[in-house]
């Protein structure tokens, strides 16, 4: 693995970890960290919204809560089990804070401030080809992995759902990915795949493209990120809608970037920014970040 690639996998460490509550973002790259090389990073994201896309079209106001502020902290490991087989782990905590009126919070008996640890991910992740195209190489890996709630955070109906941390469901999912890198250090990456949900929670289809440069000193990405949930999900306040959140259909384009520098071996830092600029049943989010991990 080469100085440019390794740095490469510390910096998608740090961005994985810095990745936004809902993991917009997938926690699956086309790096491979090398047998027996991984990395432990941990990150701070706030994220904030004031506008929520429904059906027919985006509202300018969040019900109830007027305004929701979001800040998580992430922990993201990875470790090579061989040289094409890999083992990743995400646990984040969060804290989801609305701005509703004392008298409705009174008087419907809600909180504005929900926290607590959300889903741990666990995925195997295992390069499946090789082959070189021109002067490049193309690398085609798949990832298995699940995730399911690690504490007992509510997701109750009704609006107050609007500041829950997570759904409760546990997910099953499959990823295929496609991962091209230049000798110049310019990689492109795509991945599709598809994730079943427990409950009510809609199964969806989940896919995202990446561009990128990894150089000696320097590790540069934009991304774009989709969800498409079953039809079988509902729309808040449409028919069909009986209250449950959690049986919403959730779609989203998200974008985002990043940048990444070592500090000093083994270590670095990210700073990393990213927003939805269309959606179906969510909120209107821009997030940043910032995060440090350490290369082993």
């Known amino acids: 693995m080469s100085h440019s690639y390794s740095l490469a996998a510390l910096a998608t460490s740090v961005l994985l970890a810095a990745a936004p509550r809902a993991q917009a973002q997938s926690i699956i790259t086309g790096f491979m960290a090398g047998k027996g090389h991984g990395s432990v990073a941990v990150s701070g994201t706030l994220e904030r919204y004031t506008a929520v896309y429904l059906v027919p079209e985006k509202v300018d106001a969040v019900p109830v809560f007027k305004?929701?502020?979001?800040?998580?902290?992430?922990?993201?490991?990875?470790?090579?089990?061989?040289?094409?087989?890999?083992?990743?782990?995400?646990?984040?905590?969060?804290?989801?804070?609305?701005?509703?009126?004392?008298?409705?919070?009174?008087?419907?008996?809600?909180?504005?401030?929900r926290q607590g640890f959300q889903d741990i991910s666990a995925y195997l992740k295992f390069k499946g080809y090789s082959t070189e195209v021109g002067s490049s190489q193309l690398d085609l890996l798949g990832a298995v992995g699940v995730s399911t709630p690690l504490s007992n955070y509510q997701s109750a109906q009704g609006v107050q759902y609007i500041i829950a941390i997570g759904n409760r469901a546990t997910?099953?999912?499959?990823?295929?990915?496609?991962?091209?890198?230049?000798?110049?250090?310019?990689?492109?990456?795509?991945?599709?795949?598809?994730?079943?949900?427990?409950?009510?929670?809609?199964?969806?289809?989940?896919?995202?493209?990446?561009?990128?440069?990894?150089?000696?000193?320097?590790?540069?990405?934009?991304?774009?990120?989709?969800?498409?949930?079953?039809?079988?999900?509902?729309?808040?306040?449409?028919?069909?809608?009986?209250?449950?959140?959690?049986?919403?259909?959730?779609?989203?384009?998200?974008?985002?970037?990043?940048?990444?520098?070592?500090?000093?071996?083994?270590?670095?830092?990210?700073?990393?920014?990213?927003?939805?600029?269309?959606?179906?049943?969510?909120?209107?989010?821009?997030?940043?970040?910032?995060?440090?991990?350490?290369?082993?």
């Open 171 to 296: 997910k099953g999912t499959a990823l295929g990915v496609a991962h091209l890198k230049t000798p110049i250090g310019v990689f492109l990456t795509g991945q599709a795949g598809y994730s079943l949900r427990s409950g009510r929670v809609p199964n969806a289809f989940l896919a995202e493209a990446k561009a990128g440069y990894a150089g000696l000193k320097l590790y540069v990405e934009g991304w774009i990120s989709f969800q498409n949930s079953d039809k079988s999900g509902t729309d808040i306040l449409q028919p069909g809608f009986d209250g449950n959140f959690t049986a919403t259909r959730v779609d989203y384009a998200r974008v985002g970037g990043s940048i990444f520098r070592p500090l000093a071996k083994g270590v670095g830092v990210v700073l990393g920014a990213s927003t939805y600029v269309a959606g179906r049943n969510i909120g209107k989010s821009t997030a940043g970040s910032l995060g440090v991990a350490y290369n082993f």
């Open 67 to 113: 305004k929701i502020n979001v800040s998580s902290i992430n922990l993201f490991a990875n470790y090579g089990l061989s040289d094409k087989v890999e083992v990743v782990l995400s646990l984040p905590y969060i804290r989801s804070e609305g701005q509703a009126d004392d008298q409705v919070v009174q008087a419907q008996g809600y909180t504005n401030r």
